[in-house]
Nanobody, 125 residues
């Protein structure tokens, strides 16, 4: 039984930071690319940041320079450090397993193997 448990979301003001965590069980993150997706009300789910099995990363343009994805294979944990948060970052953030090719191309919902339950991030003054 694969579980991806996202945590660390919350309510912050613009310019502040959050760190999201994804705890994986039933799957080894060392064998997959791991991605963070987000979905805001009324919008489609979009890829945010990904890290391949070898540690190569991909970020969508809107978060470049602000978000950093990382992982610790020994703990089976993935992280998303989010700095300089903006109101447009408000969304439910989902952790997902996918394939290494996405860090070369871009993450696609249809290439996801497993989804976490998501954690809410709200950026508001």
């Amino acid at each position: 039984d694969v579980q991806l448990q996202a945590s660390g979301g919350g309510l912050v003001q613009p310019g502040e930071s959050l760190r999201l965590s994804c705890a994986a069980s039933g799957v080894s993150i060392a064998d997959y690319a791991m991605c963070w997706f987000r979905q805001a009300p009324g919008k489609e789910r979009e890829g945010v940041s990904c890290i391949s099995s070898s540690g190569r990363t991909w970020n969508t343009d809107s978060v470049k320079g602000r978000f950093t994805v990382s992982k610790m294979n020994a703990k089976n944990m993935v992280y998303l450090q989010m700095n300089s948060l903006k109101p447009e970052d408000t969304a439910v953030y989902y952790c997902a397993t996918t394939f290494d090719i996405v860090v070369v191309t871009s993450p696609e919902v249809d290439l996801v193997n497993d989804w976490g339950q998501g954690t809410q991030v709200t950026v508001s003054s």
